[in-house]
């Protein structure tokens, strides 16, 4: 079993910053691509950004050169990180991972690759 669990939300000031971690758990074996998305009322879900094992990042444009986006392999951890946030900020934040997990099935290992979600931190950026 895998678990994202985010952490970090709340409420921020405009022009202020907040930082959310994401932290994988479980019987992981490696993962790929670690993202955060965001939902805002009465919207759909979208893209914040995205970061690949090897560190590589990609960015909605309205957050590029704002937040930044990065990863701690040897923790299994995700983080965003917010600054001059607006308003328009505002949201359920969810992270995701590609993880390849492992277990045993009646004495034989086996592998899976899915796409887990966390349950999401709310950002609400007001003053």
């Known amino acids: 079993q895998v678990q994202l669990v985010e952490s970090g939300g709340g409420l921020g000031q405009p022009g202020g910053s907040l930082r959310l971690s994401c932290a994988a758990s479980?019987?992981?074996?490696?993962?790929?691509?670690m993202g955060w998305y965001r939902q805002a009322p009465g919207r759909q879900r979208e893209l914040v950004a995205s970061v690949t094992s090897a560190g590589t990042t990609r960015y909605a444009d309205a957050v590029k050169g704002l937040f930044t986006n990065y990863r701690d392999n040897a923790k299994n951890t995700v983080i965003l990180q917010m600054n001059s946030l607006k308003p328009e900020d505002t949201g359920l934040y969810y992270c995701?991972?590609?993880?390849?997990?492992?277990?045993?099935?009646?004495?034989?290992?086996?592998?899976?690759?899915?796409?887990?979600w966390g349950h999401g931190t709310q950002v609400t950026v007001s003053s």
């Open positions: 995701n991972a590609d993880v390849t997990d492992y277990r045993d099935v009646d004495g034989e290992f086996h592998t899976n690759t899915s796409l887990y």
């Open positions: 479980g019987s992981i074996l490696s993962i790929g691509d």
